[in-house]
């Protein structure tokens, strides 16, 4: 997509712990390119890294769309922490001086909400390796329930889940617990021969967070087969996340929609269908990735609405992207 004279682009970025995405879109909606970088998350990497990225895919989107720095009448960035004055300090130190009021700067979780509101107030309800609920009213305020990390929080979270699979898995092997599928699929997926040997494995890996929350997978998959004990973990993570998400409500006092964000929830899975079932609130499963909600953000931080229109062209030309890219 070429830009003609005098056009506005917009440009979202959705900073992530694995990886970054940016999108830039027309004020038609006319999403012109995504591309894909490294981690952003400022709490794991160095600011100098998480910067080079940062400019990285700035110019690497725009410069596919055929966009002009100038044309450029909005740029978001939505990275995990950005709310703490700390981490939008270094964002603005680095990019306030040639972006000027054009940059908006906020939590990616605004990323997650807008791809599911449309820019609309909400409670965003995430299960991924951790778990958060967060509530954004019609008046701009801001709510926050758990996210409060894997040592004393992150409950329903893949982390959390896979964790008590562990848990159950070792368990049985005490004879302290019931007989379960997950002993196998862990052995397995460790591989190794006695479910003893996963503890070296598990407290000596590179990430043992990261690592136990893949196997939050295998829980769904001895749900899958019809295991008590993994059915049973799977219905702990539901009731938990429908805390967060209640809680949030409560603090917002206004009937909004939770839109449902991370790995587990906008995945086909037994937990999510059985959150959606046991809500007492309305939920929402995005369409468009959060990158999208990124741009929406940026059009409305200045003022702009997107109505249904708008949203089916961002809709319609994102997945258009989306398609080449895998192919």
């Known amino acids: 997509m070429q830009s003609s004279n005098g056009e506005k682009w917009f440009i979202g970025i959705d900073g992530g712990g694995s ?9 038609a909606g006319q999403v012109g390119a995504i591309v894909v970088g490294e981690s952003s998350n400022p709490l794991s990497r160095s600011w100098g890294d998480v910067e080079a990225t940062l400019r990285q895919l700035m ?35 680095a990019f306030a001086d040639e972006w000027g009021e054009r940059l908006l700067i906020n939590n ?22 951790g778990s958060i609920a967060c509530a954004f009213s019609k008046e701009g305020a801001r709510h926050r329930v758990g996210g409060w990390g894997y040592l004393v929080g992150d409950e329903g979270s893949g982390f959390d889940l896979g964790k008590k699979a562990a848990s159950a898995v070792l368990r049985e092997y005490d004879g302290r617990g019931e007989s379960t599928v997950l002993t196998q699929l862990f052995m397995d ?15 000596g890996g590179s990430n043992p967070r990261m690592e136990l929350a893949k196997t939050s997978q295998l829980v769904e998959q001895a749900a899958t087969l019809g295991d008590p004990v993994a059915n049973t973990l799977i219905m702990q993570a539901v009731e938990d996340l429908l805390e967060l998400a209640d ?29 959606i079932g046991r809500a007492s609130f309305q939920t929402i499963i995005p369409t468009v990735p959060p990158v999208v909600g990124a741009l929406v953000a940026a059009f409305t931080k200045l003022g702009f609405v997107v109505d249904e229109k708008m949203a089916e062209q961002l809709r319609v030309s994102a997945e258009v992207l989306e398609e080449k890219s895998h192919n």
Do not use: M
Not at 19 to 27: G, L, Q, S, V
Not at 108 to 118: E, N
Not at 189 to 203: A, F, K
């Open 19 to 27: 990886k970054t995405r940016a999108a830039i879109c027309n004020e």
């Open 247 to 275: 809680a949030c409500l409560k603090k917002v006092q206004e009937p909004v929609p939770v839109v449902l964000a991370g790995g587990l929830l906008t995945s086909s899975t037994i937990l999510r269908e059985q959150l």
């Open 59 to 93: 110019d690497a989107v725009r410069i596919k769309a055929g966009a002009k720095e100038e044309e450029v009448a909005g740029l978001f960035i939505g990275l995990g922490g950005a709310d703490r004055p700390q981490i939008k300090e270094r964002i603005q130190h």
């Open 189 to 203: 997926h460790y591989g190794v021969e006695r479910p003893d040997e996963l503890i070296s494995l598990i407290y």
């Open 108 to 129: 990616d979780v605004i990323a997650a909400l807008y791809a599911g509101t449309w820019g609309q107030p909400g409670v965003v309800l995430l299960a991924g390796t």
